[in-house]
């Protein structure tokens, strides 16, 4: 039995007047499936009886399971889930002031190869399907009370699957009450589609993963900037279609010793010149497969000083659940065959 979550609302108007009921019924099963998170066609009253049943004779509605869910002193949960085909992919429930972030996978591994990230190691397994990026946040949602801000900063490049990310999009704003304004997309510069990405979206809160601020440097980590290298990065932040109140955000990962002195940060300032940017200093999260330190906290503070004399807003985020293995990609890389699904 096919997912019921895995028709556009297109398939579900061509299949619904196609059984004999009016178009607009496929309306009212969104707003059960995504807006009253409904898992049961029979609680579906506005929906003839009949139709029901038939909805629930010829398909199912199922979430991503849940596979193991591991929760840090902090809060923070993170979440593997599985994917029908039997993949698996990680997503965090943050508990922030006042509000609770979800950052989502985008693909099964990424192909831009970042000699950082143990997502990266995995290669490009597939991308994920819109409603399995939908699935994620349906399945966070479950006993998640208040506001809530999607990062898409999980496994995956989301520009590099930028069909589904726009579906996906498109359900959280038209059926969940997501305004894009809550939902940051976070990319390593794949530029053009970072363009058109902003055309069908003008509020997506976009952050900049740069990390390096020369071309040597970041062509050595990050080998998408060959294609895409930091000046052009630059030139375009310039020239996004972005208010000053939503600055665009750069993402800055300090490893100790290789990004992370005053020279470096007087470096960034001097290149973000110009940009309406507000710069995110991540701590590099250690990790058993890489070589890279994560700096001491003192060199955390004065680069964020040094930036911050220039006339930068500057955030530090430590990482959130550092026991847990809460950076990109160190669950799944980590996870045994074997582990069995909990919850459906
Ligand atoms: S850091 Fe992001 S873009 Fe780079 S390899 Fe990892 S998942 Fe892909």
């Keep these: 039995m096919r997912n019921i979550l895995s028709l556009t609302k297109e398939e579900a108007e061509e299949i619904i ?6 178009r607009y019924q ?20 506005d ?26 002193k902090d809060g923070t949960k993170k979440y593997l889930l599985s994917l029908e085909d039997g993949e698996a992919v990680e997503s ?15 693909q099964v591994g990424c192909r831009m190869g970042c000699r950082f990230c143990a997502t990266a190691t995995m290669g490009l397994r597939r991308n994920l399907y819109w409603w399995e990026i939908v699935g994620q946040v349906l399945r966070l949602l479950e006993g998640t009370e208040g506001r809530v801000n999607i990062v898409l900063m999980g496994m995956g490049e989301p520009l590099d699957n930028w069909e589904n990310v726009s579906r ?22 794949l530029l053009p589609i970072l363009r058109r990405a ?20 970041r062509t050595k980590f990050m080998p998408v900037n060959k294609k895409y290298p930091v000046g052009e990065i630059i030139k375009t932040l310039k020239e996004l279609p972005i208010s000053r109140r939503e600055r665009a955000t ?35 999260n250690e990790n058993q497969a890489f070589p890279w330190k994560r700096p001491p906290d003192e060199m955390v503070e004065e680069f964020a000083s040094a930036l911050r004399r220039k006339g930068y807003s500057v955030f530090v985020r430590y990482s959130k659940g550092n026991e847990i293995k809460a950076a990109c990609g160190q669950l799944r890389t980590s996870w045994g065959k074997g582990s069995q699904p909990q919850g459906n």
């Excluded at 496929?26 to 009253?45: G, P, V």
């Excluded at 902003?198 to 440097?217: G, H, I, K, Q, W």
């Design 250 to 284: 750069v993402e800055y990962v300090l490893f100790k010793g290789l990004n992370d002195s005053l020279r470096d940060a007087e470096a960034l300032a001097l290149l973000l010149k110009g940009t309406k940017v507000k710069i995110n200093l991540i701590p590099y």
């Design 26 to 45: 496929a309306s009212n099963l969104f707003k059960w499936l995504y807006t009253k998170r409904s898992r049961d066609f029979s609680s579906m009253t």
């Design 17 to 22: 007047t196609s059984w004999g009921y009016p």
């Design 168 to 189: 996906a999009i498109g359900i959280l704003k038209d059926w969940m009450g997501f305004s894009p304004r809550r939902i940051t997309l976070s990319t390593v510069g």
């Design 92 to 106: 965090v429930w943050i508990p922030e002031r006042g509000h609770t972030t979800f950052c989502l996978s985008t």
């Design 198 to 217: 902003l055309e069908e979206f003008p509020n997506l809160r976009v952050a900049v993963s740069l990390n390096f601020p020369d071309d040597e440097r």
């Design 47 to 72: 929906l003839p009886k009949s139709l029901r049943e038939r909805l629930s004779g010829e398909f199912r509605i199922e979430y991503p399971r849940v596979l193991q869910v591991s929760e840090a």
